[in-house]
């Protein structure tokens, strides 16, 4: 008891928005590195350590070789066919070592550069064909290479022993095959599903004007990790992350597409777009799923949509239409319930500013009350909805099926 | 660049608030809290690579802002001594209407707290750490921080005049 009116007492005391803002862009500004920063750093010691060897196995060579030899036939190195410098060697033997080394050093291999290469390629692939079938390859890379004669797709030289995923990355990261079409109230996406050993999730993406929407540019809709799911329902009057949409409007038309993510360093691949207009009517956006009896008119339902995101699952929904009477927004929970509400269903917290419409909950967050002993647990599926709360009721929000990463 | 900015927002949305609680139990005072939070976000900045998960991160926020909440309270001190209004100023802001509302005696029972009291009662009630949590991060013994826990909850006991019979 104590415990929550405590936290509640806390509740009002935030940081305004601006002052976010301007933090997030002294931390930008601070911050240099880009993002995929372990691997940048396992990159740079790797080079290091293998050009520093190589100053060391020069030396060796001059006088005997033997331990050049042997140490560098573990990298592909034939000593019978080199007879050139010690330095080219080095780099040639080096060419199959970046499967563990994505983000080569520029002066030591100045030609690799498979983590920026593919990402450029098939953006440009939806606009030719938007209808394409789904063995679009990540081959454009090709082209954005700098020297013809390294193979973007970096095909691992035998003795180099390459790990089965990275195999799999290289011959695997296809843009996904999107198709679109308008339901009654609603547009339901849909695309081939992507086989491939490091696909992290789909980013179905919307835009109002750009013809090729992609993530991140265009922000996003919904992020789905779960990598069987091959389509995702969007309803009139719902909030989309970014971009150029808003809020999805009846009688708009919209170009849907989904971006798949690859691998460890966010590689993404963007599929066709489809351009489809929203049903319904402009005037009147309310959504229809999130309808609730208890509410009386002047209690409008929010929407909802909920993705998996970094260590924790990102609940986002409409903004409240009628804001007369608001009290809070409950973000709430269900393992077994698939329309959970507040009181009934517990809640993880609540929101009592109406402009607030999202909520992150990371994967060790508590529960109070509810289905499922008062914690999230990772790799849980769970049931996220809103439950707007007013002074005249309360009105529940569609649920969102996501599971816990 | 894209993801790291993304990242960065994602933080300081998810745990801008949480920083700025704890500051402002250390320091009472909206300003001093919000330098606090900038300061120890910027840190979050330069460190970020040797934090491994997302329980990392916060435990780190909590221990770098308990710090720089030391440093500051200590500069901030000094700068109150010189001037004897600006200490009550300061007193007057943690309890101003437009930071504080409902329920406000709680608030004020807690903030009429020495600072001892304050950051282990937050740490414990807010936070839900555990007293060996608390003594970790405070660099006191386990023993001082559940003293000064039950020392926190009897005055606030006294304040809140059994308002609140759980305490």
């Known amino acids: 008891m104590f415990d929550s009116a405590y936290k509640e007492a806390f509740e009002d005391m935030k940081l305004s928005d601006s002052f976010k803002t301007g933090l997030v862009d002294k931390m930008k500004n601070q911050s240099k590195k880009p993002a995929p920063r372990k691997r940048l750093i396992l990159a740079v010691v790797a080079a290091v350590i293998l050009v520093s060897t190589s100053v060391v196995f020069a030396t060796n060579y001059a006088t005997d070789g033997q331990l050049f030899k042997s140490v560098m036939s573990g990298f592909g190195y034939d000593p019978q066919k080199t007879k050139s410098s010690v330095t080219v060697d080095v780099t040639q033997a080096l060419t199959p070592a970046p499967t563990e080394v994505p983000t080569g050093i520029p002066t030591v291999t100045p030609t690799e550069t498979p983590t920026a290469t593919p990402t450029e390629g098939p953006t440009a692939t939806p606009t030719e064909n938007p209808t394409a079938t789904p063995a679009q390859t990540a081959a454009p890379a090709v082209t954005a290479a700098p020297t013809p004669k390294e193979t973007a797709a970096p095909t691992p030289k035998p003795t180099a022993a390459p790990t089965p995923k990275e195999t799999t990355s290289a011959a695997g990261r296809i843009a996904p095959s999107v198709s679109a079409a308008a339901g009654t109230n609603s547009v339901t996406v ?23 929407p992609k993530y991140s540019e265009n922000g996003y809709y919904a992020w789905i990790t779960d990598t069987n799911t091959t389509s995702c329902t969007i309803s009139s009057g719902a909030g989309y992350n970014g971009g150029d949409v808003g809020t999805f409007s009846g009688g708009t038309s919209y170009y849907f597409s989904v971006t ?15 351009k489809v207009a929203m049903p319904g009517s402009a005037s009147t956006p309310a959504p229809t799923e999130p309808s609730s009896t208890e509410a009386p008119a002047t209690c409008p339902a ?11 699952v990102s609940v986002s929904w409409s903004k409240t239409s009628d804001p007369t009477g608001f009290v809070f927004y409950k973000v709430v929970a269900s393992v077994g319930n698939s329309a959970p509400s507040y009181p009934d269903d517990g809640y993880v917290t609540y929101i009592t500013d109406p402009n607030i419409t999202s909520y992150f909950i990371g994967n ?10 008062g914690a999230f647990t990772s790799g849980t599926a769970y049931y996220f909805s809103i439950t707007a709360c007013y002074d005249g009721g309360n009105a529940r929000g569609n649920a969102v099926l996501v599971t816990m990463p | 660049m894209e993801d790291q900015n993304e990242y960065l927002t994602y933080l300081v949305e998810t745990y801008g608030d949480m920083v700025y609680r704890l500051a402002l ?13 900038q300061q120890v976000f910027l840190k979050l900045v330069k460190n970020i690579d040797r934090l491994e998960s997302e329980e990392h991160v916060k435990a780190w926020l ?12 200590s500069s901030a001190w000094r700068r109150h001594t010189a001037s004897l209004e600006d200490s009550t100023e300061a007193e007057e802001l943690a309890v101003a209407p437009q930071d504080i509302r409902e329920p406000n005696d709680l608030l004020t029972a807690v903030f009429r707290l020495p600072e001892k009291y304050r950051i282990v009662i937050h740490l414990f009630y807010y936070h839900d750490l555990s007293t060996q949590e608390i003594a970790k991060c405070l660099g006191r013994s386990d023993h001082t921080v559940r003293s000064q826990l039950s020392r926190g909850r009897e005055k606030m006991r006294k304040d809140l005049k059994e308002v609140f019979e759980d305490v």
């Open chain 2, 25 to 37: 139990t250390r320091v009472k005072n909206p300003h001093d809290a919000e330098d606090i939070v």
């Open chain 1, 260 to 274: 798949a993510i690859y691998g460890d360093e966010w590689q993404k691949v963007a599929g066709n777009a489809v």
């Open chain 1, 302 to 312: 929010v929407s909802v949509s909920a993705s998996a995101g970094s260590a924790g």
């Open chain 1, 364 to 373: 060790t967050s508590g529960y109070n009350g509810g289905d499922f002993g």
């Open chain 1, 190 to 212: 849909s695309w081939g599903k992507i086989n491939s050993a490091d696909l992290v999730g789909y980013k179905v993406v919307a835009s109002r004007n750009c013809s090729t």
């Open chain 2, 62 to 73: 909590i221990k770098v802002t308990v710090n720089e909440g030391k440093s500051l309270f």
